[in-house]
């Protein structure tokens, strides 16, 4: 029985361990990488581009950078925070916590007709922010699930072992 309830509490939860995954240190790097990049185009060859677009397709522009760079922010803080879990800076209940100040659905792209019409570069930086956000929310959902709640099956030939006593005992 002693090694039963030992075996209860060192039982480890799934979601507690995927920050340590190499899943969650590709996901970490292309986070990080994106945001550099994207600041990167937009304040060098971005700006060019800009300045040569329409007035309508201008303003469409710089909506929607301020959009893609608000959803790289709110992913970088969402992945900064779990990797603060990973090196032990703190816990899943803290990162819990702390998690519901990050906005993961935050700056959705405009229609599509309208982002048809940005630089391809811009495109595609919103494409893969898009993705990198699904991605994130998965992951989310998996690692902050509540715990399922772990019944005690116990042993499963007591009742069989109680009916033979009971027998005997007659």
Same mark, same amino acid.
């Given at each position: 029985?002693?090694?039963?309830?030992?075996?209860?509490?060192?039982?480890?939860?799934?979601?507690?361990?995927?920050?340590?995954?190499?899943?969650?240190?590709?996901?970490?790097?292309?986070?990080?990488?994106? !945001?550099? #990049?994207?600041?990167?185009? *937009?304040?060098? /060859?971005? %700006?060019?581009?800009? =300045?040569?677009?329409?007035? +309508?397709?201008?303003?469409?522009?710089?909506?929607?950078?301020?959009?893609?760079?608000?959803?790289?922010?709110?992913?970088?803080?969402?992945?900064?925070?779990?990797?603060? !879990?990973? #090196?032990?800076?703190?816990? *899943?209940?803290? /990162?819990? %916590?702390?998690?519901? =100040?990050?906005?993961?659905? +935050?700056?959705?792209?405009?229609?599509?007709?309208?982002?048809?019409?940005?630089?391809?570069?811009?495109?595609?930086?919103?494409?893969?922010?898009?993705?990198?956000?699904?991605?994130?929310?998965?992951?989310?959902?998996?690692?902050? /699930?509540?715990?399922?709640?772990?019944?005690?099956?116990?042993?499963?030939?007591?009742?069989?072992?109680?009916?033979?006593?009971?027998?005997?005992?007659?």
């Amino acid at each position: 029985m002693a090694d039963h309830s030992q075996g209860e509490s060192a039982l480890v939860q799934f979601s507690e361990r995927l920050t340590n995954s190499a899943a969650f240190g590709t996901l970490f790097r292309e986070g990080m990488d994106l !945001v550099e #990049e994207t600041a990167a185009y *937009l304040d060098g /060859a971005g %700006r060019v581009e800009a =300045k040569a677009l329409e007035r +309508a397709i201008s303003l469409t522009y710089a909506t929607e950078s301020m959009r893609l760079t608000t959803r790289l922010m709110q992913l970088a803080s969402w992945l900064l925070l779990h990797r603060a !879990v990973k #090196e032990g800076e703190m816990t *899943l209940t803290q /990162a819990n %916590r702390e998690k519901t =100040k990050v906005k993961l659905s +935050a700056a959705e792209p405009g229609p599509d007709d309208m982002i048809a019409k940005l630089p391809q570069q811009l495109q595609d930086l919103i494409a893969r922010s898009m993705s990198l956000q699904a991605r994130v929310r998965r992951l989310d959902i998996t690692i902050h /699930a509540p715990a399922s709640e772990h019944t005690t099956i116990g042993n499963p030939l007591v009742p069989q072992l109680n009916r033979l006593k009971a027998a005997f005992e007659q």
